[in-house]
Each structure stands twice: as structure tokens, then as C-alpha cells.
């Protein structure tokens, strides 16, 4: 059975906030949020096509291929597609730093530069939550098997979300949601989550979401993961990225094993994020059977490790080696509760010795609002405020790329996937650009005087139009027209012919929305 | 640099970890001295704030 290349996206809302007092502008979400999408331009230039009165303001982006809109006045960045895992913590970064300038952008706007805008890698305050998305292509058959066909297959991924918030949570001081009180907890997401599986992302939020916008050929899907935390830190970012496409790999394949399934992932999604001891059992499916977190996620790494040996894993997952080491290394760090090796690759970690610290040097609680204050602060996107960036800054974080690395993730694309293509043909023609998505763009087509039917370019397969099969191609193609002939057409879905409602084609809990995020 | 082992300064007033009962996290064989350093450095740096307005100034609306 071929398992097919676990291409990998990403989606996050920003934390923003304008704090403008003595001002006459409005102090509100809103107006930073709008104040950032300004100082990001994009394509296509004109914007009459898709959105809600939430989400708007979609632009893609020539530098690196991704994109950016508004999303519930959170400023949102949508990474290009990408292959390795170990790119992913560059292409997060990269996010960071796009959002980074458009906040420097439009501080230098403010009247007499008054104010400050506040950008934080967060998703929550306490009381609500927002998104921080991982997106793996999957076959079309894993979803229709994961969401219709094979419960085990959603129990045993649900099982990998929710105790990989070992290395996935960024921590929190305090409960949110309104559960029960409590002073530390390794993740800010779980709180947030009441159902097993849903296609709704703004309320009773679900462990596996069921999304169906495959932004894809119709053989492929997309894994919409909503559960995870923002992770800052470099290594949380590799092992939340390549130990997922590990396991959607190893479901692709038929490789779960029964005994390592939660009775109740929603109740252990808690005690999990609550624990730390990092070591409490939690009820496993089979009668009377007991795992703790840790057990259960260096038993995946072992399935994992057998599973790259038995050769099924082909091509599908690059790095699979050096992704299971580290998992492997990182689970022992939990396992012997070190701390301090843990704080240098994962963010509850690091959180929690600097929060600790503070409270020990100033006499502090975890209730006081100092504490809860740097929580937030942790996250800050300003260099000069971030705690997390500070500490990466004196080279406390490891793995972290240099500043010349992120700044150039966040102005070139992948060169391994059609976000390469993408970019370039937004750079060559973008202002022939009239609609776009993941998959396709229209360029407006002028003929003589007039303008005749739109012209379609499609990219159904996001692992192909890199840069060794796009470069000849822009090469030898100066026209829409050319290049249409070239690259191909889009697939249309069965029930529309208009991207907007791409996605649905009746399977499963579908949802047709205009969030296309990759 | 020195190596040492220790565990997390405990808030004060709290009868062992509030986080766990007193069976809370430990820092074993590690050599903190280095982050430990770096994190006084950059709190004592950081921009006075006032806390309480802070997290009043940065609520946010849900999202997704």
C-alpha cells in the first residue's frame, strides 16, 4: 500500500491588541487587526471574491507562498506547503516574523506614534480561545476511513493529539473556559475542547475536526488539527509536525495498535495538560488497563520506529529517522522529569522555569497578575518584549535558525512544493491575478478590446511545481495561456463550479466555508 | 559552569508545589545556571507594566 507524501500547512491566529490611550483611535482587536492585514500586500490586488464578516481579507502572498487575512479580528498567517518536518519550525518562525514586520509597518503609521500593538503567539486569555492549525494531507481513503468507516483509526489519532501535548503545549498559567482552577497546565487548548469529533472550529470544539477542504486533487485530503497549541520553540514545532505525519502515515497503512487506544481522550485531553507529575495513568480501552502519557507516546514512537523499518513508509514522511530520535530523546527527558533539558525544546517547559523563577524572586503566586501577565508575554512577537525570544535570542532554545534563515522563509517559498509555483507566478503575473486559492488561480484575460472568459491554472497535486519542475516551465512560458498548457487546469469539485465551495463533494460531515487555510 | 543538581524555587507561602501536591516538578542533574541567569537578566529588563491593565488591554475575541 503506498502512503502518500504527508505534505504539511499551517494556519494561526494572532493575539493582537491596540493599546492606544491618550489617542483618539480605537483601542480594540479590531483596529489591530486591520492596522496589521494593511502592511501585508498580496494578491490577487482586487478582493470582491470570497469571506464572511468574520474572515476577509485574503491575500496571498509572493514572497513565500503562503498567505494572510483577518479571522475573527485575529490577524491570521497561512504557511506555504511544505514537506520536512524539520522546516516546519522555520516556517512558524518565518509567520512570526511576517507578522513581526507588518506590526513594526503599522506602529511607524500610529499619529505621533502613539500606542503600542501588541502581536502575541497565544491561543487563549483565559476565557476564550482562538486557532492555531497543523494541516497533513492524508489519501482520501484514510479520511473516509478515519471519520466513516473505522473508529479506531479516529481513536487511535486521537489518542497521539491528545498526549503529545507533552511536547505541543506552550503552557498556561491558570484554567480556561471556566474548568476548574488550577495554577500551571502544560497546554492552553485542552480547556477549549468538549466533543470527540465535529466539522465546528468556534465552539464545542472537537479533538478531531472534520473539515473537508482538501485544497486538492480529489484523491487527497486534508487533515485539519485544531487541537495543538502555538509551540514557539523549535524541536515542539518538529515533533508536533513529524510525529503527526508519522501517525496519519502509520493509519494510512493499517498500522494501529489496539492496546494503545484512551478509554475517554476528551477526559484524558485534561488530566494530561494537568499533570505535572507528567507520569499519572491514564485509562486505556482495553479493561483495566492503565498508561500514563509518556507510555503511551514512546509506545507510538516504537510503532513508529518499526514502521519506518518495515519500508511501508516509502518517501511519505522525509526525516523519518531523525523525527523519531528525537521524539524518542524528548519523551526520555519527560519520562525523567528533566526539566531543564526539557526547557531548552519545549515551550511549557521554558514557560514554567521562567514563571517559577519570577514567583520565588518577587514573593509572587501563580494567581497574581504579574504572573499571568508574563504568561502572556511569553508569546509577545516583539523582540524587545518576548520572553520566549529573548531566551532564543542568548541561544537558551536550541535548534533555532539564525535571523537570516527566518527572513529568508519568510520572503522565498518552499522549493519542494507547488507553493514555489505559486509564488513565482505571483511575482510574473500578479497583477493579471483576478482570483486564487491553494489549488488554482484565474488570471483576468483581456482580449482586443474586450475581456473574454477567465483563464484557470490548476495545481490539484501539492507536492508537485516545485522548483526543479516549475523553474524550465517559467522558463519557456511567458503567458497565462502558456502556462495553463503547461502546468494544467484545475479539478472541479462535483457540485460547483466556482472555488468558493471547494471541498465539500458530500462526504462525511462536510462543511463548505470560505477559511481555506493551508 | 557549574553542574548541580536542584529543584524549582517554590512560591512563596506554598506548602510544597501548589502545582501537584507537593509531587511537582523536578530539575534533575541539570545545569541551570545559565538559564536561570539569562531569565533574571531579561524580567529584570523587561517594560514596567501595569499587569492588571495589561491583561485587560490584550482580551481577545475567540477565534477560528
Not at chain 1, 323 to 339: N, Q
Not at chain 2, 46 to 58: D, G, K, S, T
Request: charge should be negative; include cysteine.
Amino acid at each position: 500500500m503506498t502512503v502518500c507524501t504527508k505534505i504539511l500547512g499551517g494556519d494561526f491566529e494572532l493575539a493582537n491588541a491596540l493599546d492606544a490611550r491618550d489617542t483618539s483611535m480605537s483601542q480594540s482587536v479590531y483596529e489591530a487587526s486591520r492596522r496589521l492585514l494593511d502592511e501585508i500586500p498580496g494578491y490577487p490586488r482586487s478582493r470582491m471574491w470570497g469571506g464572511s464578516s468574520i474572515e476577509w481579507g485574503r491575500r496571498f502572498l509572493s514572497g513565500n507562498g503562503g498567505s494572510a487575512y483577518i479571522d475573527s479580528d485575529h490577524l491570521e498567517i497561512n504557511l506555504p506547503e511544505h514537506t520536512r518536518a524539520a522546516d516546519h519550525p522555520l516556517h512558524v518562525l518565518a509567520g512570526f516574523r511576517i507578522a513581526q514586520r507588518a506590526r513594526q509597518a503599522a506602529l511607524a503609521k500610529l499619529p505621533g506614534r502613539a500606542g503600542r500593538l501588541n502581536l502575541m503567539a497565544t491561543v487563549s486569555d483565559g476565557q476564550r480561545s482562538w486557532g492555531a492549525h497543523l494541516n497533513v494531507c492524508v489519501s482520501r481513503r484514510l479520511w473516509d476511513d478515519l471519520f466513516n468507516r473505522k473508529p479506531h483509526l479516529a481513536a487511535a489519532f486521537a489518542t497521539h493529539l491528545v498526549t503529545a501535548s507533552l511536547f505541543t503545549g506552550q503552557g498556561q498559567v491558570g484554567a480556561g473556559n471556566e474548568r476548574a482552577e488550577c495554577d500551571y497546565q502544560i497546554a492552553q487548548r485542552p480547556d477549549f475542547f468538549e466533543e470527540f469529533v465535529g466539522w465546528q472550529t468556534t465552539h464545542h470544539r472537537p479533538i478531531l475536526n472534520s473539515r473537508d477542504e482538501g485544497h486538492a486533487s480529489k484523491s487527497l485530503a486534508r487533515m485539519h488539527i485544531i487541537y495543538f497549541d502555538n509551540a514557539l520553540a523549535p524541536l515542539a514545532n518538529h515533533l508536533k509536525a513529524g510525529t503527526t505525519q508519522l501517525v496519519l502515515a502509520m493509519l494510512e497503512a493499517g498500522w494501529v495498535d489496539p492496546a494503545l487506544l484512551l478509554d475517554d481522550p476528551l477526559a484524558s485531553a485534561w488530566e494530561v495538560s494537568r499533570d505535572l507529575t507528567l507520569a499519572a495513568p491514564l485509562r486505556l480501552a482495553g479493561r483495566g488497563r492503565k498508561a500514563s502519557a509518556v507510555e503511551v507516546q514512546l509506545a507510538l514512537a516504537d510503532l513508529a520506529g518499526e514502521f519506518i523499518a518495515s519500508g511501508e513508509l516509502g518517501d511519505a514522511v522525509p526525516g523519518a529517522e531523525e523525527i523519531v530520535a528525537c521524539w524518542r530523546e524528548t519523551l526520555e527527558m519527560v519520562r525523567r522529569r528533566d526539566l531543564a533539558a526539557l526547557a531548552r525544546r519545549v515551550d511549557w517547559a521554558l514557560k514554567y522555569l521562567v514563571l517559577s523563577r519570577q514567583i520565588g524572586r518577587r514573593g509572587l503566586s501563580w494567581a497574581s497578575p504579574e504572573i499571568r501577565a508574563l504568561d502572556l508575554r511569553y508569546a509577545n512577537l516583539d523582540p524587545l518584549e518576548g520572553l520566549f525570544l529573548q531566551l532564543a535570542a542568548v541561544g537558551q532554545v536550541e535548534a533555532m535558525p539564525a535571523d537570516e534563515e527566518i527572513d529568508r522563509a519568510a520572503d522565498e517559498p518552499p522549493e519542494s512544493t507547488r507553493a514555489y509555483l505559486r509564488a513565482h507566478l505571483m511575482r510574473r503575473l500578479g497583477e493579471q491575478i483576478g482570483e486564487m486559492d491553494w489549488d488554482r488561480i484565474r488570471f483576468r484575460h483581456t482580449h482586443e478590446h474586450y475581456r473574454s472568459a477567465s483563464l484557470w491554472l490548476g495545481m490539484p497535486d501539492p507536492a508537485r511545481w516545485g522548483k526543479a519542475e516549475s523553474d524550465p516551465v517559467l522558463a519557456r512560458c511567458r503567458t497565462p495561456k502558456e502556462l495553463i498548457a503547461a502546468v494544467g487546469e484545475p479539478e472541479w469539485p462535483e457540485y460547483s463550479s466556482s472555488a468558493a465551495v471547494w471541498g465539500g463533494g458530500g462526504r462525511g460531515w462536510t462543511f463548505q466555508t470560505t477559511s481555506r487555510d493551508w | 559552569m557549574e553542574q548541580r543538581e536542584r529543584t524549582l524555587p517554590r512560591p512563596a507561602g506554598a506548602g510544597g508545589d501548589p502545582l501537584t501536591g507537593g509531587d511537582g516538578l523536578d530539575v534533575l542533574g541539570a545545569n541551570l545556571d545559565g538559564i536561570l541567569a539569562e531569565a533574571d537578566r531579561i524580567l529584570d529588563n523587561l517594560r514596567p507594566i501595569n499587569a492588571e491593565e495589561y491583561l485587560q488591554q490584550n482580551r481577545q475575541r475567540g477565534g477560528e
